[in-house]
């Protein structure tokens, strides 16, 4: 008796355990984390992202439970992949007989490609080159193993999966549901049925996931009666913490439970932003309940709070990591970008031991070009990020030090050289307004600069040597948020350094990046 009490109690903990109610926080992935697409390989998940200008391009994150997630790598990790310059838009994982492959634009020249990989966290192959139209391609395997390409203009290929080439003559299968800016699409097969899910709206507050579906992969697809599945363009969804919600991707887990992750944006505090974000769109998700021969009802009535409470895969959390960067390493940890290709001579772990060594070019943030910049995104509306930074400029047009950016614009709190004498000072940058604060003398010395961040204000600040921090300037956050820098991306915070036109005669040596935040 005693031994099928046991068995039972044991019975009970791991079906209770396998669909206790979990609650999580949305966004899953915080920060500029935008247009996910989700992939399974056993009990394994895969996700990525877009990336635009940051490099290394399209990110590569693991999970075991859909809710953790860590990154592992990179689909485009190296410059000769795409050699004249990369804009990755959104892009899609899938796992097929053992490859993983990831499709994608690159709106800088080659257009659509895929890469593929036997290992998610890479290497990934060359591109191989797809002519479809549109952007954000999808690429569906079929039961008889036949593989296909749809993409923003709804236009069906079917194409040789080893040289890209196209079998077929394309095939308009759907017009969407009459959404502005139609992206995205993804192609699911249950029940008999071809189901094509695609974004409609824009990527603003009007964002929504719309379906259809057929019998035949080439239609006519029939639009579900209820779309769109996933919006917050809504009365239901007005008064969401999480706006914009969209691009979205779905995935049946090993337990046979099924997903959808998906972007959106966190808003400023209305007293402060009203519809303003500062960190991107992030990935989100949701539980997803799809009957029999029916149609996908994301978590009930297709809104999704930030505080979400449902029964989960068992949660396998990653060991957390240090959010402080000493610069001891020979190489960066996988949360450093550069904007776009960096020219590697001007950046060096190795030439002054414990340190990050910059060396500015002729270019600056604002040229797009290749500036010297690495950064890490902001993650939380409430954050600090602090350095230190050792420079000692010989010229007037020679600066260094730390920034938050977003598309262009930037604030930063810099050393500079004024009247012959070292100064600090903050500069905002929006579009063509700049400003200036009141220059600072420095003490000889190294400097520690910090940024720190709220819904209602940027502020900069200063130290040497043991002094207490001093504020030098405050700034609106909305002047770096996405509707006033525009663009697709999000906040950034990182090193720089910079000759404005000129290359630097002397070097910004950073012995720490420290990263803190709060939500």
């Given at each position: 008796?005693?031994?099928?009490?046991?068995?039972?109690?044991?019975?009970?903990?791991?079906?209770?355990?396998?669909?206790?109610?979990?609650?999580?926080?949305?966004?899953?992935?915080?920060?500029?984390?935008?247009?996910?697409?989700?992939?399974?390989?056993?009990?394994?998940?895969?996700?990525?992202?877009?990336?635009?200008?940051?490099?290394?391009?399209?990110?590569?994150?693991?999970?075991?439970?859909?809710v953790n997630w860590e990154q592992i790598g990179y689909c485009i990790d190296r410059p000769t992949q795409l050699p004249r310059g990369l804009n990755i838009f959104a892009a899609t994982i899938r796992y097929h007989d053992g490859t993983f492959y990831m499709i994608t634009t690159n709106m800088m020249a080659e257009g659509?490609?895929?890469?593929?990989?036997?290992?998610?966290?890479?290497?990934?192959?060359?591109?191989?080159?797809?002519?479809?139209?549109?952007?954000?391609?999808?690429?569906?395997?079929?039961?008889?193993?036949?593989?296909?390409?749809?993409?923003?203009?709804?236009?069906?290929?079917?194409?040789?999966?080893?040289?890209?080439?196209?079998?077929?003559?394309?095939?308009?299968?759907?017009?969407?549901?009459?959404?502005?800016?139609?992206?995205?699409?993804?192609?699911?097969?249950?029940?008999?049925?071809?189901?094509?899910?695609?974004?409609?709206?824009?990527?603003?507050?009007?964002?929504?996931?719309?379906?259809?579906?057929?019998?035949?992969?080439?239609?006519?697809?029939?639009?579900?009666?209820?779309?769109?599945?996933?919006?917050?363009?809504?009365?239901?969804?007005?008064?969401?913490?999480?706006?914009?919600?969209?691009?979205?991707?779905?995935?049946?887990?090993?337990?046979?439970?099924?997903?959808?992750?998906?972007?959106?944006?966190?808003?400023?505090?209305?007293?402060?932003?009203?519809?303003?974000?500062?960190?991107?769109?992030?990935?989100?998700?949701?539980?997803?309940?799809?009957?029999?021969?029916?149609?996908?009802?994301?978590?009930?009535?297709?809104?999704?709070?930030?505080?979400?409470?449902?029964?989960?895969?068992?949660?396998?959390?990653?060991?957390?990591?240090?959010?402080?960067?000493?610069?001891?390493?020979?190489?960066?940890?996988?949360?450093?970008?550069?904007?776009?290709?960096?020219?590697?001579?001007?950046?060096?772990?190795?030439?002054?031991?414990?340190?990050?060594?910059?060396?500015?070019?002729?270019?600056?943030?604002?040229?797009?070009?290749?500036?010297?910049?690495?950064?890490?995104?902001?993650?939380?509306?409430?954050?600090?990020?602090?350095?230190?930074?050792?420079?000692?400029?010989?010229?007037?047009?020679?600066?260094?030090?730390?920034?938050?950016?977003?598309?262009?614009?930037?604030?930063?709190?810099?050393?500079?050289?004024?009247?012959?004498?070292?100064?600090?000072?903050?500069?905002?940058?929006?579009?063509?307004?700049?400003?200036?604060?009141?220059?600072?003398?420095?003490?000889?010395?190294?400097?520690?600069?910090?940024?720190?961040g709220d819904p209602s204000a940027f502020t900069f600040l200063y130290s040497q040597g043991n002094d207490a921090l001093k504020e030098v300037q405050r700034a609106d956050p909305k002047y770096l948020s996405s509707e006033t820098a525009g663009g697709f991306t999000g906040l950034y915070a990182g090193l720089y350094a910079?000759?404005?036109?000129?290359?630097?005669?002397?070097?910004?040596?950073?012995?720490?990046?420290?990263?803190?935040?709060?939500?």
């Amino acid at each position: 008796m005693r031994k099928i009490l046991l068995l039972s109690l044991f019975c009970l903990t791991a079906v209770y355990g396998l669909y206790a109610q979990t609650t999580y926080t949305n966004p899953v992935i915080p920060g500029f984390y935008s247009d996910p697409s989700i992939c399974r390989a056993g009990d394994d998940y895969y996700l990525i992202t877009s990336t635009f200008e940051y490099f290394p391009g399209v990110p590569v994150f693991h999970s075991k439970d859909l809710v953790n997630w860590e990154q592992i790598g990179y689909c485009i990790d190296r410059p000769t992949q795409l050699p004249r310059g990369l804009n990755i838009f959104a892009a899609t994982i899938r796992y097929h007989d053992g490859t993983f492959y990831m499709i994608t634009t690159n709106m800088m020249a080659e257009g659509n490609f895929y890469v593929t990989a036997t290992n998610p966290a890479g290497p990934w192959s060359d591109p191989i080159l797809i002519k479809a139209g549109g952007i954000d391609p999808d690429l569906f395997f079929d039961d008889d193993g036949k593989a296909y390409v749809i993409s923003s203009t709804f236009i069906l290929n079917e194409i040789n999966l080893k040289t890209g080439e196209s079998l077929t003559e394309g095939r308009k299968v759907w017009n969407g549901t009459g959404g502005r800016h139609p992206e995205g699409p993804h192609i699911y097969k249950k029940d008999g049925y071809y189901y094509l899910m695609a974004a409609e709206g824009g990527t603003e507050e009007a964002h929504m996931e719309t379906i259809a579906r057929s019998k035949s992969i080439w239609g006519p697809y029939d639009s579900n009666p209820s779309n769109p599945i996933l919006t917050h363009c809504s009365f239901a969804g007005q008064g969401m913490r999480i706006q914009g919600v969209g691009h979205a991707d779905m995935i049946e887990a090993h337990d046979g439970s099924r997903w959808i992750v998906f972007h959106g944006y966190r808003k400023l505090q209305a007293m402060y932003g009203g519809t303003h974000h500062i960190l991107g769109r992030e990935t989100c998700l949701a539980p997803v309940d799809w009957p029999e021969n029916g149609w996908p009802v994301v978590n009930g009535n297709g809104t999704v709070p930030d505080k979400m409470t449902c029964p989960t895969l068992p949660l396998k959390p990653f060991a957390s990591k240090s959010l402080r960067t000493d610069f001891d390493e020979n190489v960066l940890g996988l949360e450093w970008n550069w904007l776009r290709y960096p020219v590697t001579e001007n950046y060096s772990l190795t030439e002054r031991k414990g340190y990050l060594r910059l060396k500015g070019s002729d270019q600056t943030i604002e040229d797009r070009k290749s500036p010297t910049f690495v950064g890490r995104r902001v993650k939380h509306m409430n954050f600090t990020v602090t350095t230190q930074i050792d420079f000692n400029p010989a010229a007037a047009n020679e600066e260094a030090g730390l920034t938050i950016l977003n598309n262009g614009a930037h604030f930063d709190i810099l050393v500079k050289k004024s009247g012959g004498k070292r100064v600090l000072f903050s500069r905002l940058r929006f579009g063509s307004v700049v400003y200036e604060s009141k220059e600072a003398v420095l003490k000889p010395g190294p400097v520690r600069l910090v940024i720190k961040g709220d819904p209602s204000a940027f502020t900069f600040l200063y130290s040497q040597g043991n002094d207490a921090l001093k504020e030098v300037q405050r700034a609106d956050p909305k002047y770096l948020s996405s509707e006033t820098a525009g663009g697709f991306t999000g906040l950034y915070a990182g090193l720089y350094a910079t000759g404005n036109g000129k290359a630097c005669t002397s070097v910004a040596d950073y012995d720490l990046f420290e990263y803190e935040g709060r939500d």
